[in-house]
């Protein structure tokens, strides 16, 4: 059951993640070099959480809160670094 609603909530951070991202990136072309750089050490983070969010439906229900917690860290780091990103522009 655990694994089940981390997995959700996992899901769910990563479409809120995928939509802002998706406006910035557009946006972040024409931003000035601070942005870009900013914009590129996000995308480093974007992927691997990404791939950690991958990894929740795949491991034993007792490593899924450990990933899904380890998620939701990466995923705030990355709202907030969206954030700034979104403020330069």
Same mark, same amino acid.
């Given at each position: 059951?655990?694994?089940? #609603? =981390? !997995?959700?909530? =996992?899901?769910?951070? +990563?479409?809120? *993640? !995928?939509?802002?991202?998706?406006? *910035? !990136? +557009?946006?972040?072309? *024409?931003?000035?070099?601070?942005?870009?750089?900013?914009?590129?050490?996000?995308?480093?983070?974007?992927?691997?959480?990404?791939?950690?969010?991958?990894? =929740?439906?795949? +491991?034993a229900?007792?490593?899924?809160?450990?990933?899904?917690?380890?998620?939701? !860290?990466v995923?705030?780091?990355?709202? #907030?670094?969206?954030?700034? =990103?979104?403020?330069? *522009?």
């Amino acid at each position: 059951m655990a694994q089940v #609603k =981390v !997995k959700k909530e =996992v899901d769910r951070l +990563v479409e809120e *993640l !995928k939509q802002i991202r998706d406006e *910035l !990136k +557009v946006r972040v072309h *024409l931003a000035k070099a601070d942005a870009k750089t900013e914009w590129a050490q996000l995308e480093k983070k974007w992927e691997h959480l990404r791939s950690r969010a991958e990894q =929740v439906g795949d +491991v034993a229900e007792d490593a899924a809160e450990d990933v899904g917690e380890a998620v939701a !860290k990466v995923g705030k780091e990355l709202k #907030k670094g969206y954030e700034r =990103v979104r403020g330069m *522009l």
